[in-house]
């Protein structure tokens, strides 16, 4: 069954408010990776979390991973438009299996 | 770079017809994916290749799916005969054996009337 669960599985904001989504593992991860896949289109690579306690940034986008390497998020500040999208968390378990996440949607209004 | 190559990009079969994809991955990318995304879901790994071996395919419907990559680059999955609840894109990805990032094709869209 589904280990690694995402919340909330919609957002809908203001262009300009910040946007959170939270990644949670029923079990330890030794990585755990981002995607953004926009409406229509397919699955890209944002970024990995490897180390406990991690942060990493890319312009607006703040990436954490927990102490126990159980869970993570993935904060935007000041969303804009070209946010829109499916954003999902991809976990790694010690047996190399990836277990994806379902996903949250964000809408931006502009 | 070339990104990965999947073809058609759009299919329309009946239930119990018969469908076949094919994928490109990059150059030089040992590991290569199938995905089965449904609408609204996340990815779905129904197969995993390394070269030309299956390292996972414990998700792979294997009564109706099968995948092969025979000589370690392209990759076909076909279904056989296909199930209303086959509709879904498919997802062919790959990556390097060194790093973790997992390159997408465009994907196939497939509907199963």
């Known amino acids: 069954g589904q280990q690694v669960m995402q919340i909330p599985q919609y957002q809908h904001v203001q262009e300009g408010e910040d946007f959170t989504t939270y990644c949670n593992s029923s079990?330890?991860?030794?990585?755990i990776q981002w995607y953004k896949q926009r409406p229509g289109g397919h699955p890209v690579f944002l970024i990995q979390l490897v180390k406990s306690g991690e942060v990493k940034k890319q312009k607006r986008l703040t990436f954490q991973f927990g102490e126990a390497k159980k869970n993570s998020s993935l904060h935007i500040t000041a969303t804009q438009t070209t946010d829109v999208g499916t954003y999902f968390c991809a976990g790694r378990r010690n047996n190399r299996k990836l277990i994806w996440g379902l996903g949250t949607s964000l809408a931006v209004n502009p | 770079e070339a990104g990965v190559a999947q073809s058609p990009r759009y299919k329309i079969i009946e239930k119990r017809q018969s469908v076949a994809f094919w994928c490109n991955p990059i150059s030089g990318h040992a590991t290569l994916y199938w995905y089965q995304q449904i609408l609204g879901q996340g990815p779905k790994l129904l197969i995993q290749f390394q070269n030309n071996g299956v390292v996972d395919d414990s998700q792979l419907p294997k009564d109706r799916f099968s995948a092969e990559r025979l000589k370690g680059v392209d990759s076909t999955l076909k279904i056989q005969p296909a199930k209303l609840e086959d509709s879904a894109v498919y997802l062919c990805a790959s990556r390097t054996t060194r790093r973790e990032t997992q390159y997408f094709g465009p994907g196939t869209r497939l509907l199963v009337l």
């Open positions: 079990t330890t991860l030794s990585n």
